[in-house]
């Protein structure tokens, strides 16, 4: 199924601002009856397990949303403040029919989002998102659809949320059989979810582990802070005099994270997964010789992993994708720039952030190398994304402007860069990400492009 015929669903989830449509307190009760309705149709008595973020929204729309599926008979489980891959570890391994994530992610602390897992830990499939959302037009097109009288549910605040996020830590702690207490570690929580979770899984591992950004206020969610601003992990590092060994930032609910080595160069989603491919290929653990990752991932990694005899394929941007591509060839291990990395040499079905940390810092101690030295070959290409905020998201190819103008860049280039123009899946924005062999040439195509979108297509 096409993922641009759905008009609410993006490239993770439903996503907005948090108290305008598709996310008032009326639609988000219509959100969770509809998908109650998909989990009905599985099985007669279906249980869904709820978790969220730290946003100050984002209480009111887990109820929101638990009422509706209590409405149509789900039962519903909250875990309360945890990770997005904690509820999709839950919902995989605890019998329950879906896994609910109220959560925006890396965006401002005023937008908020509904994600949903299936039993099986792994994101909905875009046809499956599609017959969701028909399903919501329909019922907001129904009179009394939005009368929520007859039944009532307790909010996030349901008895053994405690006992769901441990679950979720003790499966983390025990994936590894490094010890891990040599690892001097700086660690952002980016005031989100991992603020949950993180300080008792460094602890159980006897990380010396210092934490920053652990006091969410339900405002100051990624608020110059987390995988959003590496720069402030970068800084700290950098000024420590020698204290850590490395740096850890997540994202606001933590399905991805970035790092920072001893002397504050930030290492991405690119150099975990060089890192992280050469290591699983030195054990044979990695399937194929074949990593995943997306257009959005640098030439230069690609360039590195041939060197290790390690073939890189490009996805569509966005985790889901990665992982469609990694089940359909078999790969163990995939991921994005940004910092998405999904470890299918165990049992991750998505991102995870806190997995990613545990699995960089174990290569560290197993090689006995920094983190520095993991990557110190990986030579990046000058790149540079800019953001155009656009109306609408109207094909580039129906727009004869904007191609002609790909199209030139691609010709200069010739080969010694690319040039790759999306839409945000989350946002109204078209990205455009340049590499080139010189600075300057990355920047000046750049802005060619970025300013006919403007013209063409932007607010």
């Known amino acids: 199924m096409n993922a641009a015929k759905r008009q609410l669903f993006g490239t993770d989830g439903i996503r907005g601002v948090a108290g305008d ?23 007669p008595k279906p249980r869904a397990v709820l978790g969220q973020d730290t946003r100050e929204s984002s209480a009111w729309i887990a109820d929101r949303v638990s009422a509706g599926l209590a409405a ?15 509820i999709a570890y839950l919902a995989r391994s ?34 499956r998102e599609l017959a969701i959302e028909q399903d919501i037009f329909a019922l907001l097109a129904r009179p009394g659809a939005m009368d929520d009288t007859a039944m009532r549910v307790a ?31 700086l660690i952002d929580c980016s005031n989100g979810a991992a603020t949950a979770e993180a300080p008792e899984l460094f602890r159980t591992l006897r990380v010396a582990a210092t934490f920053t950004h652990v006091s969410p206020n339900g405002r100051n969610i990624n608020q110059s802070c987390g995988a959003l601003h590496p720069e402030v992990l970068s800084r700290a590092i950098a000024e420590s005099g020698g204290k850590f060994d490395l740096g850890v930032t997540f994202d606001g609910d933590a399905d991805r994270a970035l790092f920072c080595d001893a002397h504050g160069r930030v290492v991405n989603g690119d150099g ?74 165990g049992d ?38 800019q953001n155009v905020r656009v109306r609408e998201k109207i094909p580039f190819t129906q727009v004869p402007a904007v191609q002609k103008e790909i199209e030139a860049a691609q010709r200069e280039l010739d080969g010694n860069g690319r040039v790759v123009v999306r839409y945000s899946g989350t946002e109204a924005l078209a990205r455009v990400m340049v590499e080139a062999d010189s600075d300057q040439k990355m920047r000046a195509v750049t802005a060619r492009i970025a300013q006919v979108i403007e013209r063409e297509l932007g607010t």
């Open 21 to 43: 449509f598709p996310l008032t307190k009326d639609s988000t009760y219509l959100i969770g009856r509809a998908l109650g309705h998909d989990l009905m149709r599985s099985e």
């Open 72 to 86: 149509v008979g789900v039962e519903v489980r909250s875990a309360g403040v945890i990770t997005t891959p904690g």
């Open 94 to 127: 605890r019998g329950f029919a879906a896994g609910v994530v109220i959560s925006a992610s890396h965006n401002p602390w005023t937008d908020n989002g509904i994600k949903v897992f299936s039993s099986d830990g792994f994101k909905l499939s875009d046809a």
């Open 155 to 185: 909010g996030p605040s349901l008895p053994g949320e405690a006992a769901l996020r441990k679950a979720y830590i003790e499966s983390l702690a025990t994936s590894l059989n490094s010890d891990l207490s040599p690892v001097r570690a």
């Open 272 to 345: 975990v997964l060089l890192l992280a491919a050469r290591d699983l290929k030195s054990r044979g653990m990695l399937a194929e010789d074949t990593v995943v990752a997306t257009t959005m991932s640098n030439m230069g990694v690609e360039i590195a992993l041939n060197k290790s005899g390690i073939r890189l394929l490009r996805a569509d941007v966005g985790d889901k994708y990665v992982l469609e591509e990694m089940l359909k060839t078999g790969a163990t291990l995939g991921g994005e720039q940004s910092g998405h990395v999904i470890f299918r040499d």
């Open 348 to 385: 991750a079905t998505t991102g995870d952030g806190l997995l990613t940390a545990l699995r960089v810092m174990d290569v560290m101690v197993r090689s006995g190398s920094t983190l520095a030295e993991l990557v110190s070959d990986l030579k990046v290409l000058p790149q540079k994304i």
